[in-house]
């Protein structure tokens, strides 16, 4: 069915907003995220372009839609570069409230087929909405392409009343993981404060408040509650990450 005049022209403001943040994005040297945004906006101007029936309008967006690809794909190679090199670092970010920032939205990028061994270093893997934190996590590794076969975590003891609560729930996510062919190793210290996760692929990722980030649940949640239909609402922090082929870089 053809698109009427009306919702062409509203899907054009859309997409040259998007490329209009593209364009700044790329001024700003914050390579990574112009690129998604010249993607997105692309992929609307082709639509634009597939409902325009004006010879010379069509004329015109293709060499609109050639500029950005051509500087698009400058980006893309100069990231790849980048994270060839092993000098790749981007920083994100997330405001008070924000919605949007899943796992899966934050970390997929950094997962292929390669992944099979992972380390997170969080202090804090104790209360109940944490330890589900953790499971939503672990469940993403497990997920096609990654072939995880490892994750070692290392985290604090709650020396307090939840002590037993974070031992039986860290059993549990260790005893299903077990059930999908992947072995949790679990390691306690009372010193560690930095939060980061690693990637035998050579990705290493900081984040201030490590797999925490949501804000905690109004009410208690098993930790097989299954709350994917939920959106989640993120506390303020930062999230920074580098990349390096050489996994020596992590020491």
């Not at 939060?195 to 804000?215: A, H, P, S, V």
Request: aromatic share 10%; proline share 1%.
């Amino acid at each position: 069915m053809a698109k009427s005049g009306r919702e062409v022209d509203t899907q054009s403001v859309a997409a040259f907003t998007v490329l209009k943040r593209a364009v700044e994005l790329d001024s700003e040297s914050r390579y990574q995220q112009a690129l998604v945004c010249y993607q997105e906006g692309i992929d609307l101007l082709m639509q634009v372009l597939k409902g325009t029936k004006d010879d010379t309008k069509k004329s015109n967006l293709r060499k609109r839609i050639t500029g950005y690809m051509d500087r698009a794909e400058i980006v893309k190679k100069y990231l790849d570069q980048e994270k060839e090199d092993g000098k790749y670092h981007e920083q994100i970010k997330i405001e008070e409230n924000a919605t949007g920032f899943s796992y899966e939205s934050l970390f997929q990028k950094y997962l292929n087929e390669t992944v099979r061994e992972v380390w997170i270093q969080d202090p804090y893997i104790r209360q109940i909405h944490q330890l589900y934190n953790f499971l939503r996590f672990c469940e993403m590794l497990i997920k096609k392409p990654c072939k995880v076969k490892t994750i070692h975590l290392l985290t604090s003891l709650d020396e307090g009343s939840g002590k037993q609560q974070q031992s039986s729930g860290l059993q549990e996510i260790k005893e299903s993981l077990q059930n999908h062919g992947v072995l949790l190793e679990i390691e306690y210290s009372s010193s560690i404060h930095d939060r980061e996760i690693r990637f035998n692929n050579g990705w290493m990722i900081k984040i201030g408040r490590g797999l925490d980030y949501f804000k905690k649940p109004q009410v208690q949640v098993l930790i097989m509650l299954n709350l994917k239909s939920l959106k989640a609402v993120c506390q303020a922090f930062s999230y920074g990450n580098s990349g390096s082929q050489e996994s020596k870089c992590w020491t």
